[in-house]
């Protein structure tokens, strides 16, 4: 088991970067892991920074798992990449990531979430997470009983680019969400709750399933960047477009 210990909560050093739009970069272009507070894999080669296929810079993340696949004691099959961020209630932040399908990823009805921002208190399903079910990607807000607020297609062996804006608050009529596919806006501001009462959040990156999928499957990350600004997270080029009859409808799904 590969298992780092965690270093200081990112909200530990904010107030010494508050003057800058970049607060913290996971985007693997040091070549290693460095740049997360802990690692969660039961061998190196589940994690492995490539330069093979990426989508910004040299580097990338491939995060691969098999069935059986379990390095901390808690339900599904993962391996996975953990900062601990614990972003102050009503803090306000820009989130860059992309993720890429490859072909042999698994078609299944059961959960595989991919980017998840989880609560510091026990066991469920998590305030904010991205997950993947017969086929699509969905975005839901609230824990298994919440609300999904966005909807697309898998499109294997292609990256999709995220940028996410959240007001952190588990009041609904403070927190906020929205959220940007591939430059364009598929979710508009939406007050929401985004963190459970009293608690705090912390990033997973990877890649987290339920245990009965049989297949060994990969997927790959790229560029994660925490801004306090959009220009700092938005691709260059691509100007922030209107949601064009995307479907945001909110359908149910089942995750841990």
Known sequence: M?????????ALLL???????VVWKGDFETGDLSQYSETWAVAPDRMQ???????????????????????????????????GTYEPDGSEF??????????????????QVFTQWHHDGCCGSPPLEFFVTNDKMNMRVGGSSGEVLWQAPVQR???????????????PNVGFIELYHNGQ???????????FPDMQGYLQLGYYRDATIP?????????FTMATTLEEVMPAGAAPLPPEGGDTSTLAATAP
Do not use: C
């Open 94 to 111: 820009y989130y860059k990531w992309s993720t890429l399908f490859p072909q042999e990823f698994p078609s299944s009805p059961r959960w």
């Open 157 to 171: 062996d292609q990256w999709n680019d995220f940028v996410m804006h959240v007001k952190w608050s588990p009041d």
């Open 49 to 83: 920074v490539e330069g093979d296929l990426v989508r910004d810079g040299n580097k990338a993340l491939k995060v691969t798992v098999q069935q059986g696949d379990k390095p901390i004691n808690a339900s599904g099959n993962r391996n996975e990449l953990v900062q």
């Open 215 to 223: 297949q060994t499957a990969s997927v790959y990350h790229d560029g």
């Open 15 to 21: 107030p010494f970067v508050a003057q800058a739009s």
């Open 2 to 10: 590969l298992r780092l210990l965690k270093l200081a909560p990112l």
């Open 185 to 195: 806006l598929v979710v508009p501001k939406r007050n929401i709750a985004t963190r």
